[in-house]
C-alpha cells in the first residue's frame, strides 16, 4: 500500500466495517434471532476494503439471514493477524489466503472440506478445474480470482516513439524483448528508462523457471529451481542494469517501485495480470496493453500455469453456520453480483460462465486482462504447486538478493545460492 501507511490505513479500515453496518450482535457465535452471522477477512487497499464492505452489504441485504462482520487489514498486516488468530484458534469464518500461507494453513489445519456443501455451486467446473484447485486431493479452498504473468507496456508511449512489439509467438523471446528495452532507452525522445529494475517479480519468474524445464515448488514440497536457473534469471536482469535499460535502484528509490513515481518513466515492465487495473488508473491519460510474457526458445511443453488466489472456510466454525459459508463464498465465485461491485482486481473470473458474463460489464483495462488470462487458460498447462510451509519469506528474500546484485555487493552466482540456501533453511525449520 502506497498512500496510506499501515496505522492510518487499518485505522480507516475499522471505521470503513464500523460505518457499513453489517457487524451481527452475536459476536460471530453462531445464529442469534434466525440471523447467521459470519466473519469475513480479507486484505487490500482502501479502494478495496471499500468495495468490498459495499458488496458485502449487499450480499447481506438480499440474505436478511446473514449478517458479514467484515475483518479487513493491509496485506502485511492481514498474516500477523491470521499468526495471532490461530494460535488462539479463532480464525474468521472465512478467510483469504496469502499465497505463501496456502500450504502452512493446510498444516495447521485451517480449512474445512468444501465438498458436499449444498449452497456452494460447484457445476460450472469441468473435473479437470476442480482438481488444479485441490490441495493434496481435497478440495478444501476455493480459487476466486486467476493472475497470469504479463508484458506491461504504455500504449501512448509507443505510439509516440514508433514502438511496435514482435508480433510472432516465435519472435517474441526474452532476448527480443531485452533488445527492445536497450534500443528504446537510448532512442526515446523524452529520456524514459525501457523498464523498471524488477528482478524480483515473482510470477515472471516463475514463467521463467518453468519454460526452462524447472518450478518453484515441487509436489512434495521442495524447492524445485536450482542455482543455474535462478542466476539465469539475475543475470539477464544484472544485463539490462549494465545497459542502462532500466531505472536504477536510485531512480526508482529502492525495490518494489511505487507505479506512481515510475509509471511515467518507462516504457513497459513485467507484471501479473490484475495489476494494469488499479495501475491504469493512475495515468488516466494513457492507455496500456499487456500480453504473456516472452517465451525462451526451446520452451518446455506445459509451462504456461494459472496463479489462483484462494478463499476458505474456518476448519472449526460453527456447524450451523456451514451453509450460509457456502453461500457466500458462492456469491464470491458464482455471480456476477459481486463483481459488479468490487470489480476484477483479483483477476479474472474461475467460474467460465462468469467469465463469459465478465466481459459485458469489464472496463477497457479489465478486458486486456481478461483477454490475456483466457487465453492462457486455453494452452497446455503442466502442474503447478503452492508453495510449502517455511517458504512465506522467500520474496523478501530473492528482493534483498537482487538489490544486492544490483549495488555491486554480491555476484549473481552467489547471490543465487545464498537465495536458495535461505530458502531451504525455512523449510527445514518448519519440519
Not at 494453513?105 to 449452497?119: E, H, K, P, V
Not at 463483481?339 to 472496463?363: C, R, W
Request: charged share 25%; net charge negative; aromatic share 10%.
Amino acid at each position: 500500500m502506497n498512500e496510506v501507511d499501515r496505522r492510518g490505513f487499518l485505522k480507516l479500515a475499522l471505521a470503513g466495517a464500523a460505518a457499513a453496518g453489517l457487524a451481527g450482535c452475536g459476536g460471530g457465535d453462531g445464529a442469534a434471532d434466525g440471523v447467521t452471522s459470519l466473519r469475513y477477512a480479507w486484505w487490500g487497499n482502501n479502494v478495496r476494503q471499500q468495495n468490498y464492505t459495499k458488496a458485502l452489504k449487499e450480499f447481506a441485504a438480499k440474505n436478511p439471514d446473514i449478517q458479514v462482520e467484515p475483518e479487513f487489514a493491509e496485506y502485511e498486516a492481514f498474516q500477523e493477524r491470521m499468526t495471532t488468530q490461530m494460535a488462539a484458534r479463532d480464525v474468521a469464518d472465512i478467510f483469504w489466503i496469502a499465497s505463501a500461507q496456502v500450504m502452512t494453513y493446510a498444516r495447521n489445519n485451517l480449512y474445512r472440506d468444501l465438498q458436499g456443501i449444498s449452497t456452494l455451486d460447484l457445476s460450472a467446473y469441468d473435473n479437470a478445474a476442480l482438481e488444479s484447485f485441490k490441495l493434496d486431493g481435497k478440495l478444501n479452498t476455493m480459487p476466486f480470482g486467476i493472475f497470469v504473468p504479463v508484458i506491461r507496456w504504455n500504449q501512448t508511449f509507443a505510439e509516440e516513439d514508433g514502438v511496435e512489439l514482435p508480433a510472432g509467438e516465435d519472435e517474441w523471446t526474452w532476448d527480443a524483448w531485452a533488445e527492445l528495452l536497450v534500443d528504446y532507452t537510448k532512442d526515446n525522445p523524452k529520456g524514459r528508462k525501457g523498464s523498471p529494475y524488477e528482478a524480483d517479480a515473482d510470477l515472471p519468474f516463475e514463467a521463467w523457471l518453468r519454460q526452462r524445464g524447472e518450478q518453484l515448488w515441487t509436489h512434495d514440497g521442495r524447492i524445485g529451481f536450482t542455482v543455474d536457473g535462478v542466476s539465469s534469471w539475475f543475470d539477464w536482469w544484472e544485463k539490462l542494469l549494465k545497459a542502462g535499460a532500466v531505472l536504477t535502484l536510485s531512480e526508482q528509490e529502492g525495490m518494489s517501485p511505487d507505479w506512481t513515481l515510475v509509471g511515467d518513466k518507462v516504457l513497459g515492465k513485467v507484471a501479473n495480470s490484475n495489476h494494469i487495473i488499479d495501475d491504469a488508473k493512475m495515468f488516466p491519460d494513457h492507455t496500456f496493453k499487456e500480453r504473456a510474457v516472452p517465451i525462451a526458445p526451446g520452451a518446455q511443453a506445459g509451462h504456461k500455469f494459472l496463479y489462483y488466489p484462494r478463499m476458505a472456510i474456518y476448519q472449526g466454525i460453527d456447524p450451523d453456520k456451514v451453509e450460509a459459508a457456502g453461500k457466500l463464498i458462492n456469491y464470491n465465485t458464482n455471480t456476477v453480483d459481486m463483481l459488479k461491485v468490487v470489480g476484477l482486481t483479483m483477476g479474472a473470473p474461475v467460474n467460465p460462465e462468469i467469465l463469459k458474463q465478465a466481459y459485458d460489464f469489464a472496463s477497457e483495462d479489465e478486458t486486456e486482462m481478461l483477454k490475456v488470462v483466457q487465453a492462457d487458460q486455453e494452452a497446455e498447462r503442466r502442474p503447478r504447486y503452492e508453495a510449502p510451509p517455511g517458504t512465506n519469506t522467500w520474496r523478501t528474500a530473492m528482493a534483498r538478493v537482487a538489490e544486492e546484485i544490483a549495488l555491486g555487493r554480491t555476484t549473481v552466482p552467489a547471490g543465487s545460492a545464498r537465495f536458495i540456501e535461505e530458502v531451504q533453511a525455512g523449510i527445514d525449520r518448519a519440519k
